[in-house]
């Protein structure tokens, strides 16, 4: 899924560069007038008016894509993996048993001292 979210993010900013260098490219309404009177480039490539309409129209086909990726990207974003492996989230491990062997017979090592059952160690009186 990293791979996609990687296209994905391509895509937006190829889109939004594409639609910056779009909208300085267009005129602005004020430009029009200027071109009524002959300044204009009525022999272009696409026409006296067909520049504003494909200009426009690119930059909302643009717009478009670069919105798509955005929520797609968001939904990505927003999406929780089902686990993140975690040590803390997985279950408890079980504490292994002592070794079942021979019981030790060596007079070396104390046997150990039982606890009382309040939980506090006897203080000897003197």
């Known amino acids: 899924m990293g791979m996609l979210v990687n296209i994905i993010l391509a895509v937006q900013i190829l889109s939004a560069l594409g639609m910056i260098g779009l909208i300085l490219v267009q005129h602005g309404k ?3 007038m200027g071109a009524a009177f002959g300044s204009g480039s009525s022999g272009s490539l696409f026409g006296a008016s067909g520049s504003a309409n494909f200009l426009s129209r690119s930059t909302a086909a643009l717009a478009t894509v670069f919105f798509v990726s955005t929520l797609a990207l968001a939904y990505f974003g927003n999406a929780r993996p089902t686990s993140t492996g975690s040590v803390l ?3 408890a491990a079980a504490v292994p048993a002592p070794a079942a062997g021979p019981a030790s017979t060596d ?20």
């Open 107 to 126: 007079a070396s090592v104390p046997a150990p001292a039982a606890v009382p059952a309040s939980g506090a160690a006897e203080i000897p009186k003197n």
């Open 89 to 91: 989230e997985g279950p």
């Open 30 to 32: 004020g430009a029009d």
